[in-house]
Structure formats: structure tokens, C-alpha cells
């Protein structure tokens, strides 16, 4: 298991700024053509990214374990909000392409 403390400033500061309302700085961290995908949809650029903020609730984090992957890193939380299933366990945030200032690709997977 590897440390939020260890884990690359662009996974520490998506995981600070996503229990957030939505604000310029969270939608900051994605590159323009961004690819997100949750609860199987796509979502490509940073308009649609913007869109499926607007869906989702806002939720608190509890990470749980970070390791690397062979394509980037896997951070596992709880999540826990205001949604059917509350808290909810085991999601695990697939950041398969990023860099130290942007993600390019993050899959968030049961």
C-alpha cells in the first residue's frame, strides 16, 4: 500500500478538491480533452466533465489504499453523501493518464 502522502500532488489535490463544490480550481486539474468515466458512461472534454459534475453528488472521501497500476495509479475510497447506498466502499478512481499539473484519463469503478 502506498501513502496519500506519497501519491503524486495532482491525486492529493483531485481527492482536496472534489468534496468541494464545483469551482474553476477542481475543473483546473483536467487537461481540455479530458476523458472521465463513471458508473459506465464517458465522459470526453471538459464541457462534458463540467455536465456529470452537475449529476453527481457531492461526497466525502475516505481513501483507503493507493497503488500503482499498469497503466498510472489506483486510489480506493468509501464514499459517503447524500445517495442510495451510503457509505459506499471499494471505489476504486483509476488515473490512468495524468502528469504533475492535469489529468488526462480517470475511470472510477466499483
Do not use: N, Q
Not at 26 to 50: P, S
Not at 81 to 99: C, I, T
Amino acid at each position: 500500500m502506498t501513502s496519500t502522502a506519497t501519491a503524486p500532488r495532482i491525486i492529493r489535490r483531485y481527492f482536496e478538491l472534489a468534496p468541494s463544490p464545483d469551482t474553476e480550481a477542481y475543473f483546473a486539474l483536467f487537461t481540455e480533452d479530458a476523458l472521465v468515466e463513471d458508473e459506465g458512461r464517458e465522459y470526453a472534454g471538459i464541457d462534458a466533465i463540467r455536465a456529470w459534475r452537475t449529476e453527481v453528488p457531492l461526497v466525502e472521501y475516505t481513501i483507503t489504499d493507493v497503488e500503482p497500476a499498469d497503466e498510472g495509479l489506483v486510489v480506493t475510497c468509501t464514499i459517503t453523501g447524500d445517495f442510495p447506498g451510503s457509505p459506499f466502499a471499494g471505489l476504486r478512481f483509476h488515473f490512468e493518464d495524468f502528469d504533475e499539473d492535469h489529468v488526462k484519463a480517470l475511470r472510477i469503478r466499483p
